[in-house]
């Protein structure tokens, strides 16, 4: 078979005109610049985007690394010259002003938090989620000035009493040593021929489909169905939107009237994603007219399976040990807390990637690091991680600040870190992996492409504030990183190993730092919040991160309740 799509996916995706912002990110890190945030939506609604980039590009000073707010400014306003741009946020005016407007950390339940934790109405379990602050807070008697020796195994005479024997986990998706691929061509077009045999398999029971080319030799009026991947997504001038379908033949372009209640689907739309479109062919029978259309999703039916007896897992991410903002009270004080009667049914803990800081992850990071060599960052994670009961299962995957290729999916650490982070003898396992807890599968993904999400969907279906809602929509195109060539670094392959074939129930992530939980369609979606304050670069773009925060799943309900340490 001839099957010619992945470039002409990527080509099309990335360089048809640049309206997206993650196109513009993408673009701009195609050749080399970091970009601020305010900046890159700046690009996007400028008049002309496309010819605002090329200017932007053109009088960016030798040397610059990130492109800034302040100098979109002044190209957007005419003026040429170079003012903010620069390496560091120190140049940026702009960024200096963002920053007073920041929460920052510590200071109780941020109102971002709040944001997050109200946002959860759809969810009858996570409807009231019990927010509980008290019993965590470490100034509490309970707490007390104990030495970090005492805190181990023992609080005040009570002692965890776990029986190992009753526990479950099975890691039923890691694909370390899997990973084959050698970035050759073909492997390109066999992730993405996989992706549309998998994902496909999920819509083609639902449509009448028919390939590309037999669509395009249809007369005219037929009712006709595909299911693809989206190859281009444009707006006509009179409003509507043109989505190309790409499968194994050829594309073929279907056109979602702005009337229509699929527009507003239009806009939920990633290239690369597999959807199945229906409708009737034009006059010429070159287009067809949507009246219809399908994501794989997860049915509304879904039932997540409980486990058969009280037991809890935390979920946890970003920790980010050897940078200066790693809040090492805040963890500690979470890792006593689970030596206390309430962290008594707390068996699992479960670390959604960014271990440590690493080295060389942005630019100017090196500013900002407490240990400097990676090594050193590893054996100071495993000294924070031997602080925790050590009867608790735990389970790792890495993130995109640890030290494993940035390609996902991401293998497992090494022979070498593994010998490292051997406190408690945790399951390390790759970037995404599903393990099944006690009957409860639990997806776990770092989650860089929520930042791709985050920047292309409007702010009511996905948002750095509801992070959980980015989530969603990775559910429902049943992949947890649709779009290929922006942030989101994909490893070519023999199989798709992002698409999520089986639906999870519990969805896990991390890499936004904001705290957010909620369900859809009956599967729990959770990002935990981190153990970093803010940053500089965050200072810079704005971003308040929720630092210092637990979520504990009881996994006989699937219900939520949220601890605080900071
Ligand atoms: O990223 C934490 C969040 O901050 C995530 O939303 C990406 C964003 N972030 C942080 N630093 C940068 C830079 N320098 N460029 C672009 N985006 C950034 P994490 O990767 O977990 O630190
Ligand atoms: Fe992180
Ligand atoms: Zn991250």
């Known amino acids: 078979m001839d099957f010619r799509y992945p ?31 305010e900046a890159v939506t700046l690009l996007a609604s400028a008049d002309d985007p496309t010819g605002a980039l090329e200017r932007v590009v053109e009088h960016a000073p030798a040397g610059a690394l990130v492109i800034r707010t302040a100098h979109v400014r002044s190209v957007l306003a005419g003026a040429d010259g170079d003012a903010g741009m620069g390496t560091d946020a120190a140049g940026d005016p702009d960024a200096d002003a963002e920053a007073s407007t920041g929460t920052g950390t510590g200071t109780g339940l941020s109102p971002d938090a709040d944001a997050a934790f109200d946002s959860n109405k759809p969810s009858p379990s996570a409807q009231d989620p019990s927010v509980s602050t008290g019993t965590s807070d470490p100034k509490s008697p309970d707490r007390g000035a ?63 489909h028919r390939p590309a080319t037999a669509i395009s030799s249809m007369p005219s009026g037929s009712d006709v169905a595909m299911v693809g991947l989206v190859n281009d997504i444009r707006s006509t001038a009179s409003g509507h939107w043109l989505v190309e379908l790409e499968d194994a033949t050829g594309t073929f372009p279907f056109l979602v009237m702005k009337d229509r209640e699929y527009a507003s689907l239009v806009e939920e739309l990633l290239c690369d994603e597999v959807i199945a479109m229906e409708g009737t062919l034009s006059d010429d029978g070159g287009i067809a007219f949507v009246d219809g259309m399908y994501f794989p999703d997860v049915p509304r039916t879904y039932r997540p399976s409980t486990a058969d007896r009280h037991v809890q897992a935390a979920l946890i991410s970003d920790v980010h040990v050897g940078s200066q903002e790693f809040m090492a009270d805040a963890w500690n004080a979470f890792a006593d807390w689970l030596h206390t009667p309430e962290a008594a049914h707390v068996e699992y803990l479960l670390i959604a990637g960014d271990m440590v800081e690493g080295v060389g992850v942005y630019p100017n990071q090196d500013e900002e690091l407490d240990i400097v060599d990676i090594y050193e960052q590893y054996e100071a994670f495993n000294e924070y991680l031997k602080r925790v009961p050590g009867d608790m299962e735990i389970v790792m995957i890495p ?46 993904y770092h989650g860089v492409s929520l930042d791709e999400v985050i920047a292309e969907l409007p702010a009511d279906k996905a948002s750095y504030e509801e992070p959980h809602k980015a989530m969603f929509q990775l559910l429902k195109k049943r992949h947890v990183a649709p779009q290929y060539g922006g942030h989101t670094r994909l490893a070519p392959e023999e ?23 909620g369900k859809y369609h009956n599967v729990l979606a959770i990002n935990s919040g981190c153990w970093q304050s803010q940053t500089d670069f965050q200072k810079s773009v704005n971003i308040s991160p929720d630092a210092g925060y637990a979520p504990i799943v009881d996994l006989d309900t699937l219900d939520v309740t949220v601890q605080k340490f900071s």
């Open 7 to 37: 470039f002409a996916i990527a080509r099309e995706c990335l360089f048809v005109p640049l309206e997206g912002p993650a196109r513009i990110v993408s673009e701009l890190t195609s050749r080399g610049y970091n970009v601020d945030r």
């Open 146 to 208: 104990r030495s970090p020796v005492e805190t181990k195994g023992s609080i005040e005479g009570f002692e965890r009493s776990i029986d190992p024997a009753l526990r479950e986990l099975e890691i039923v998706g890691d694909m370390t040593g899997q990973s084959t691929g050698t970035g050759e061509y073909r492997e390109f077009v066999q992730v993405f021929r996989d992706r549309l045999e998998r994902l496909g398999s999920k819509l083609r029971s639902r449509v009448n």
């Open 399 to 444: 993130g995109n600040h640890d030290a494993v290729r940035l390609a996902e999916p991401q293998p497992g650490f090494d022979e070498r870190l593994r010998g490292i982070m051997s406190a408690h003898d945790p399951q390390i396992v790759s970037n995404p992996s599903t393990v099944t807890i006690e009957g409860v599968s639990v997806l776990l």
């Open 495 to 517: 199989k798709d190993y992002l698409a999520i074939d089986t639906v999870p129930d519990i969805f896990h992530t991390g890499h936004v730092h904001k705290l957010g939980f």
